[in-house]
């Protein structure tokens, strides 16, 4: 009677033990999915943070959520950790005009900011439009 | 069923499937950046990882002073190497409209020439369509050597069908 208890407690331990494994195994497998855990080009495939960057640039009218704009701005911060220390300050006018770190939308004040800082001859608003303009390839 | 079974690859399986729903949806995340870009071939890709660099190149030749316009284009033209001729004559173009000296303009326009064969014989209307796009001196009038023709230098290239 008290064998057959035994057997029963040790088999729903087991059972336990069983089910509190395959839940670990669920949660680190889609935690290794969703994260850095896993080599880059599992996720992007061959695609790189340059080439994301050079698309949002290329194709202005692509409509996309919050978060994958989200991304793009960690994009947009490893592209600019590949360019030249003399091209920075370009590099984050063309992005603050097209507004690649504000879902899409110029940041104009930021752009005359950026502008007036480069010290070109022309920082006004008509200008910075035709930037944007003349900034798409 | 057999523990090793029960125990081992079972939860590898629930493992690897959880990391591929896990991969599904950060790629989902991304959005159009990563699904338009995730599959290119490395000539595609390629170009698209130079339209940063070409955008910030066409944004400094509307309103950038002549020192930036010609550090960019340098840039423009070490990344290029020789391949794209067209994009590398449209840079030679450009520096070519700052350029202030005759010689410097006939070798600039030479060297876009050899680049692109198409602008040889439109040399006025491949400037204009240069200069027509700075907003601010020099460069955005065509210069002298434009109205009168450039010389040909005895290496110059001649294009298909040119006398």
Redesign the interface.
């Known amino acids: 009677m008290s064998d057959d208890r035994d057997d029963d407690r040790a088999r729903t331990r087991r059972r336990r033990t069983?089910a509190g494994?395959?839940a670990?195994?669920?949660?680190?497998?889609?935690?290794?999915?969703?994260?850095e855990f896993?080599p880059a080009s599992?996720?992007?495939?061959?695609?790189?943070p340059?080439?994301?960057?050079?698309?949002?640039?290329?194709d202005p009218g692509?409509?996309?959520?919050p978060?994958?704009?989200a991304?793009?701005r960690s994009?947009v911060a490893a592209?600019r950790s590949e360019s030249?220390p003399?091209?920075l300050e370009?590099?984050d006018?063309?992005v603050a005009?097209?507004g690649l770190e504000s879902g899409g939308h110029p940041e104009w004040s930021r752009a005359e900011t950026l502008?007036r800082g480069?010290?070109?001859?022309?920082c006004d608003r008509p200008?910075l439009e035709?930037?944007e303009r003349?900034?798409?390839? | 069923m057999a523990p090793a079974l029960r125990w081992f690859v079972g939860p590898l399986l629930v493992a690897a499937f959880a990391a591929g729903v896990g991969v599904f949806r950060a790629r989902a995340e991304r959005g159009p950046f990563l699904a338009r870009t995730a599959s290119l071939g490395e000539a595609e890709r390629k170009a698209l990882e130079a339209v940063p660099a070409r955008s910030m190149a066409n944004a400094v030749w509307a309103f950038g002073p002549v020192p930036a316009v010609s550090k960019a284009i340098q840039a423009e033209l070490v990344r290029l190497g020789d391949s794209e001729g067209p994009v590398r004559a449209r840079a030679l173009l450009r520096l070519c409209l700052i350029d202030t000296s005759f010689d410097g303009q006939a070798a600039l326009f030479n060297a876009a020439c050899a680049a692109d064969t198409s602008i040889c014989d439109r040399m006025k209307e491949a400037g204009e369509r240069e200069a027509r796009v700075r907003f601010v001196a020099p460069g955005n009038r065509l210069s002298l050597m434009f109205a009168g023709g450039h010389p040909r230098g005895p290496d110059a290239v001649q294009p298909p069908g040119h006398p």
Not at chain 1, 42 to 48: I, M
Not at chain 1, 50 to 58: F, K, N, Y
Not at chain 1, 62 to 65: C, D, P, Q, R, Y
Not at chain 1, 134 to 137: E, G, L, T
């Open positions: 069983l494994v395959y670990a195994a669920l949660v680190i497998g889609y935690a290794a999915g969703t994260t896993l599992v996720v992007t495939g061959t695609s790189t340059l080439a994301r960057v050079g698309l949002a640039l290329r692509l409509t996309a959520e978060e994958a704009w991304h793009l994009d592209a030249k003399d091209e370009a590099f006018l063309v005009l097209r502008c480069l010290g070109w001859q022309r200008a035709e930037i003349r900034s798409q390839p």
